[in-house]
């Protein structure tokens, strides 16, 4: 489909891929380019039926800061099915807070717990501890009562 969506961008985040990306080390989009793996802002224009103009929205993935243009900019032309509306839970920036590392680190600990993966299981081991995604990690899992091991 095409990008039928214009997203006025409110946030951002730097992210390890980003710095690949830009450095030439990750496969996409080569410099001058726009960077960005996600972002969260306000709908401008869009020909979907479940967006309208003034929704927020968080994107994220869908190769956006790699091979398509990305959230370093005022404004982003996106595909419409790319974008989540924004729980109203969630201000725009803690939605940005969380970003991909975040959502990816939510990703990782719901496949445990649907692998039957239980905190009296015993200790639950986090390799690279100190990024973005190892991070939110330990986080999550201390929050769910595991016992974690940082590497």
């Known amino acids: 489909g ?3 969506m214009l997203v006025q961008v409110q946030y951002s985040t730097l992210n390890y891929k980003d710095a690949l990306v830009v450095t030439g080390k990750y496969p996409g989009l080569k410099p001058p380019m726009v960077g960005g793996i996600d972002l969260v802002g306000k709908v401008l224009e869009t020909k979907s039926s479940s967006l309208k103009v003034g929704d927020s ?7 956006i800061g790699t091979d398509h243009y990305g959230g370093y900019a005022g404004e982003a032309r996106l595909k419409s099915e790319w974008a989540i509306p924004l729980p109203s839970s969630l ?13 990816t680190a939510m990703l ?10 239980k905190p009296a299981d015993g200790k639950v081991l986090v390799t690279g501890a100190t990024g973005g995604v190892g991070s939110v990690s330990i986080l999550l899992l201390s929050q769910l009562g595991y016992q974690v091991t940082a590497v």
């Open 2 to 4: 095409e990008c039928d």
């Open 57 to 63: 929205v968080v994107v994220n993935g869908w190769g």
């Open 91 to 103: 201000s725009p920036q803690c939605a940005a807070k969380i970003g991909t590392a975040g959502y």
């Open 108 to 117: 990782c600990v719901q496949a445990l717990e649907e692998n039957g993966v």
